[in-house]
């Protein structure tokens, strides 16, 4: 009976899932393809390094190309991170005619689209579940479960240190420096962690799903990005005032055949499914105009949920060989991309604004946004502490288009009577979709 081999690129934290879900669940995978699937050669940077799995030593290696080049491998699978070099072995790997299965959000977000069309010029597989929301199947759902709908929005909590870091400061008043090293003790986030605060590793995932959701070739540089590390404990607390939670969320909406995809802090109503999703899970709300509201919670890193949706991938490789259909499945994006103007961005923004507590300060700041067409839903204004002279006005708008928004917030600095326009956010999901 033939045997399957595996050529494992890293064995850190995901790698060493992969080999103990192969090893532990070997009956189940047999029953599945029809024969065993065996871990034949391991990349690592340290080969003393002691490692928690039952492999040989001889099948550990520091050489790339002993694992891409051996010709009894079928399948490569990447799991020690990184972009251009990774790039290059799995080119070299998939024009070696071997399926590539990777967790590596950061180069299919860069270039997918390369990878892909490689793959498929080579008759290769190229599968990639576990690069957004860990152990969610959420890419399978958009390609697979989904594929007779028409997607138009999609919201997400794909990263989880900062999501961590939020519920913490949202439920537990904690301070963010405390809580971001709390995350990185668990091995949620990055090493370095400037990607998750800074959103960029949930923007490289939001560009994955706009690209798979929307089927037209999303860029990472299409979405606009803003992370976490400047909000504050009075913006907590204020938001959680006016009945919301404060979240990192990928937003991704298509009108008729124009996309705008972003990942901001935003806030959402308490009632909101999204609002209920804590600690460092991940959930990606999704709304197809024939099917509805749907969402996809779950454990979006860690060893074992990350390896589940790698192992999954390679199951996937493995049926298709079977059935000798591999590098069939990709399909190629059926729209041209186009991105909104921000003239056709339309969201309802919080403000929290400082402004001198003088006569007629108030209605010079509304008349800003009268002018614009822009109305309020919520607004309040209070006295701060231990300044007399001054008081915080805290508004949330209705939909307001991010053109306009931006005119607003010129005008506002402008005024005479504003202090300081502290911070904005964008409120979503009043009513859902
Ligand atoms: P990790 O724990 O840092 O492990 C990386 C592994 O790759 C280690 O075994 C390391 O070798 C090896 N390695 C790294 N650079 C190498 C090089 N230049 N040459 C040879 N070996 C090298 O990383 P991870 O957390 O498993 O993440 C792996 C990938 O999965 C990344 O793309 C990550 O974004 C993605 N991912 C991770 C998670 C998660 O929960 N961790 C979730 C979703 C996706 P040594 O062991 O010898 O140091
Ligand atoms: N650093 C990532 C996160 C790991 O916090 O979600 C999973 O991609």
Redesign the pocket.
Known sequence: MKVINVGL????????GVVKIIEDHQDQLMHQVGCPVSVKKV?????H?D?DVNLPKEALT?E?YDVIHDPEIDVII?????IE?TRVYLLDALKEKKHVV??????MALYGSELISTATENSCDLYYE??VA?GIPILRTLVEGLSSDRITKMMGIVN?TTNFILTKMNKEKAAYDEVLKEAQDL??A??DPTADVEGLDAARKMAILARLGFSMNVDLDDVSVKGISSISDEDIAFSTRLGYTMKLIGIAHRHGNKAEVSVQPTLLPDHHPLASVNDEFNAVYVYGEAVGETMFYGP????L??ATAVVSDLVAVMKNMRLGVNGKSAVAPQFEKKMKDPGEIYAQQFLRIHVRDQVGSFSKITSVFSERGVSFEKILQLPIKDHDDLAEIVIVTHQASEEDFSVILGQLNDLEVVVQVKSTYRVEGNGYS
């Open positions: 690129l890293g064995l850190g934290t995901v790698g060493t990349l690592v940077k340290d080969i390094k490692r520091t790339p990447e799991v020690i991170g990184g070099q990777t967790a590596n959000k950061d180069l576990a690069s860990g989880g091995g949620f990055e090493s979006g890193a860690g060893s949920p990350t």
